[in-house]
T-cell receptor, first 111, second 112 residues
Framework: GENVGLHLPTLSVQEGDNSIINCAYSNSASDYFIWYKQESGKGPQFIIDIRSNMDKRQGQRVTVLLNKTVKHLSLQIAATQPGDSAVYFCAGIGGYQKVTFGIGTKLQVIP | EAQVTQNPRYLITVTGKKLTVTCSQNMNHEYMSWYRQDPGLGLRQIYYSMNVEVTDKGDVPEGYKVSRKEKRNFPLILESPSPNQTSLYFC???????????FGAGTRLSVL
């Protein structure tokens, strides 16, 4: 697979446990955030998004929390499965449709 | 099937030999973008296009060119590739820049 996982923060979790992946952003103008999942050898795929007028949004097994005060996002994955192993990164979108991506976190699920 | 298609998936070339990486999307998206992904640096935007004949520089445009003559296609051109352009490249599209982007599978480029 591709070596995009090198040099990334890594989170190892036991199968069935919950995972929390964090992302800090610096651009105060960002008002829309997206979490992407990138599996080895593939392009990033959309997981969940949240607008800045929200604090929390839930999807299927995933929840995103936004704390604008400290410019922090988190992605929570419930009952983590082996298929969740991937690199996860957040993207912030602000004025002029400028998109900024985080460097990502590698999630390793231990069977 | 809605998709973003990049070609080639893998390319090895030599310094100075012009190359083009093609990108095509079948979702009628206005916005298209090219990124490079390097270990420890994440995705960095090279160029983007808001619509046909409208292109703008991203964060790392040096050494690259793009064109948007048709809505569905957004080729990335390296006129004179150099080893520091060895990277993993992704094309993406969305209805507008402030929306979910759909990514291609990536092009692994090695410049010797």
């Amino acid at each position: 697979g591709e070596n995009v996982g090198l040099h990334l923060p890594t989170l190892s979790v036991q199968e069935g446990d919950n995972s929390i992946i964090n992302c800090a952003y610096s651009n105060s103008a960002s008002d829309y955030f997206i979490w992407y999942k990138q599996e080895s050898g593939k392009g990033p795929q959309f997981i969940i998004d949240i607008r800045s007028n929200m604090d929390k949004r839930q999807g299927q097994r995933v929840t995103v929390l936004l704390n604008k005060t400290v410019k922090h996002l988190s992605l929570q994955i419930a009952a983590t499965q082996p298929g969740d192993s991937a690199v996860y990164f957040c993207a912030g979108i602000g004025g002029y449709q400028k998109v900024t991506f985080g460097i990502g976190t590698k999630l390793q699920v231990i069977p | 099937e809605a998709q973003v298609t990049q070609n080639p998936r893998y390319l090895i070339t030599v310094t100075g030999k012009k190359l083009t990486v093609t990108c095509s999307q079948n979702m009628n998206h206005e916005y298209m973008s090219w990124y490079r992904q390097d270990p420890g640096l994440g995705l960095r935007q090279i160029y983007y296009s808001m619509n046909v004949e409208v292109t703008d520089k991203g964060d790392v445009p040096e050494g690259y060119k793009v064109s948007r003559k048709e809505k569905r296609n957004f080729p990335l051109i390296l006129e004179s590739p150099s080893p520091n352009q060895t990277s993993l490249y992704f094309c993406a599209s969305s209805f507008q820049g402030r929306n979910i982007q759909y990514f291609g599978a990536g092009t692994r480029l090695s410049v010797l």
